[in-house]
């Protein structure tokens, strides 16, 4: 569905071009969730913002069920399928959560927007009439901007960092969100995230690192190995604290 061909992406320093992604190679199937993953400052961001075309790659291409979108811009990818859900949602005074769902309908009048709601876990009753503003807290904003993005019917939706700046309990409910809309919907998701709740709903994990593609994993594997590290860290500090002799670890 979308490949990523050798795709680099350099910015000027004070020291001259720095690459941010160097050579990323990726191929995404329908219907699957991915999970990004990696280092903060790894390049996970910037690989989400070269698909939705904030970016544009020094080198290499973008495919998109094989046409070559690499010099689309946001626009123009958002009408072939292409959405992006940002880390910060914007808020809009004075327009309300109806007429930001009516907005991303478009003129398809048999999608019902207390439908939409419902399948992100919100109350149509509560929230149609409500404004987009500094009123709805993070995980609120959050999941109005899923369900604008459901209502577009995309065919690639990326989101990153969904996470951030919200409680625990919104966070849960977004998690089951994500859940909802890959039983419901055939769109493929693409996910920012280094959460365990989030890792544990992907079909892939694509780990990011240094700008380059560290690995393609599972998640069962790659879970596994946060276990182990885990573990290995554990019995260090056990051993340096001489808890337990060090002929008897396991390092």
Request: charged content about 25%; aromatic content about 6%; some cysteine.
């Amino acid at each position: 569905m979308l490949k990523l061909k050798d795709i680099t992406l350099s910015v000027e320093g004070e020291q001259g071009n720095f690459n941010i992604l160097k050579n990323i190679n990726l191929s995404l199937q329908k219907n699957k969730i991915y999970v990004i993953t990696g280092p903060n400052g790894g390049g996970k961001s910037s690989v989400a913002k070269i698909i939705m075309g904030i970016y544009q790659p020094t080198a290499g291409e973008v495919l998109f069920e094989g046409q070559n979108i690499t010099g689309l811009d946001i626009t123009e990818r958002a009408k072939l399928g292409i959405g992006y859900a940002f880390q910060n949602p914007p808020r809009f005074k004075g327009i309300k959560v109806r007429e930001l769902l009516e907005l991303a309908t478009g003129k398809n009048k048999e999608i019902n927007l207390c439908d939409l709601l419902m399948d992100v876990g919100l109350c149509a009753q509560d929230y149609l009439d409500r404004e987009v503003n500094t009123s709805l807290s993070g995980g609120e904003l959050k999941r109005i901007e899923i369900a604008t993005i459901i209502a577009r019917n995309l065919k690639l939706a990326v989101f990153d960092e969904p996470e951030a700046g919200i409680d625990l309990w919104s966070f849960q409910k977004l998690a089951e969100t994500f859940e909802n809309i890959h039983a419901k919907y055939q769109t493929t998701i693409v996910i920012i995230s280094h959460q365990e709740r989030i890792l544990k709903l992907a079909d892939e994990v694509i780990i990011i690192a240094n700008g380059e593609v560290a690995e393609i994993t599972s998640k069962e594997s790659f879970l596994a190995d946060i276990v182990k590290r885990d573990m290995d860290c554990l019995c260090s500090k056990v051993c340096d604290k001489g808890v337990i002799p060090s002929a008897q670890c396991n390092r």
